[in-house]
């Protein structure tokens, strides 16, 4: 980066512009949501932005924007993933949902036992 001062004011830009860009490429047609695809990722790589929960959005490989029509999702249980199958180049990626799962029941344990305690003070 050259101007080490204005990193942070480019990565809010960035953030916004590659938002923006997905928000484009899946209200277009296949073709050209790729090119949305593209430039998204330079724009992030060029800020250091990271891309986080888009990234399971376009395949890692040809850059194709996702769809019911050329992607396939599946839940594995046995290994806790997600597995996200491109159909057009056949590239698998996964994404693990075990983390999640925890902190749902981290979640729901505190729900239950402030309920529990709510109803001793009734
Ligand atoms: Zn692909």
Same mark, same amino acid.
């Given at each position: ?6 990193? !942070?004011?480019?990565? &809010? /830009? =960035?953030? !916004? $512009? #590659?938002?923006? *860009?997905?928000? @484009?490429?899946?209200?277009? #047609?296949?073709?050209?949501?790729? &090119? ?7 724009? =992030?790589?060029?800020?250091? /932005? $990271? +891309?986080?929960?888009?990234?399971? *959005? ?6 194709? %924007?996702?769809?019911s029509e050329n992607s396939k999702v599946r839940l594995n249980s046995k290994?806790?993933? #997600?597995?996200? /199958?491109? +159909? $057009? ?13 925890? !902190? ?6 505190? *729900?239950?036992?402030?309920?529990? @305690?709510?109803?001793? %003070?009734?």
């Amino acid at each position: 980066m050259a101007y080490k001062r204005d990193e !942070e004011k480019f990565k &809010g /830009l =960035a953030e !916004e $512009r #590659t938002e923006i *860009l997905f928000w @484009l490429a899946k209200a277009n #047609t296949e073709e050209v949501a790729k &090119g949305y695809v593209k430039s998204a990722i330079r724009i =992030a790589k060029f800020c250091n /932005l $990271r +891309l986080g929960n888009k990234k399971a *959005l376009f395949c890692r490989q040809c850059q194709t %924007f996702f769809n019911s029509e050329n992607s396939k999702v599946r839940l594995n249980s046995k290994k806790k993933r #997600t597995e996200i /199958l491109c +159909l $057009r180049c056949g590239y698998k990626r996964f994404y693990g949902y075990e983390r999640e799962q925890k !902190e749902k029941r981290k979640k729901k344990n505190i *729900l239950e036992s402030g309920e529990q @305690l709510r109803n001793k %003070f009734k």
